[in-house]
């Protein structure tokens, strides 16, 4: 079976919840990526996303220089263990309404699940079978495009 530690994308970056919103930001830009794990004492304790940005400070219309990490992060937030099984981590998102789990080893993050993570996972089992748990996958895209109408 295909677990969490097989589609993770291993790019993850955490950095410290004394850093600036606007350095967060132009870290995930640089690195193209949809979010950074905070770290508090280098122990993981919130995820800033995407939408973190959209919804808490640009639909706001806050600055983010008035702002600190602690106060946009999405804390707690959704982990996974790295032996978790892939069809797992699909209804624990759709669960939870998420986009992006946290991958676990003991207690340090060692990767992250996207939905895109998914469109890859996907693609690669389509080619081997059609039906492998097709009413999940389209379960969590249907979810998906439900939250970007909200």
């Known amino acids: 079976m295909t677990t969490a530690r097989d589609i993770m994308s291993k790019k993850i970056i955490t950095i410290e919840t004394t850093s600036s919103i606007t350095e967060i930001a132009k870290i995930m830009n640089k690195n193209n ?7 508090e004492n280098q122990k993981p304790c919130g995820i800033i996303t995407e939408r973190d940005y959209l919804s808490k400070i640009i639909a706001q219309n806050k600055k983010a220089s008035d702002l600190s990490p602690t106060q946009i992060m999405s804390s707690p937030f959704t982990t996974v263990s790295a032996v978790a099984l ?3 981590v699909a209804q624990t998102m759709l669960e939870n309404k998420i986009r992006h789990v946290v991958v676990m080893d003991k207690d340090h993050p060692i990767g992250i699940i996207t939905i895109t993570d998914f ?3 996907i693609n690669a089992i389509v080619t081997d079978s059609d039906e ?3 009413d999940l996958y389209e379960g969590l895209f249907e979810e998906h495009e439900y939250w970007d109408r909200q």
């Open 33 to 39: 990526i949809s979010c950074i794990v905070l770290t």
């Open 86 to 88: 892939v069809d797992d």
């Open 132 to 134: 492998y748990r097709k």
């Open 119 to 121: 469109l890859k996972h």
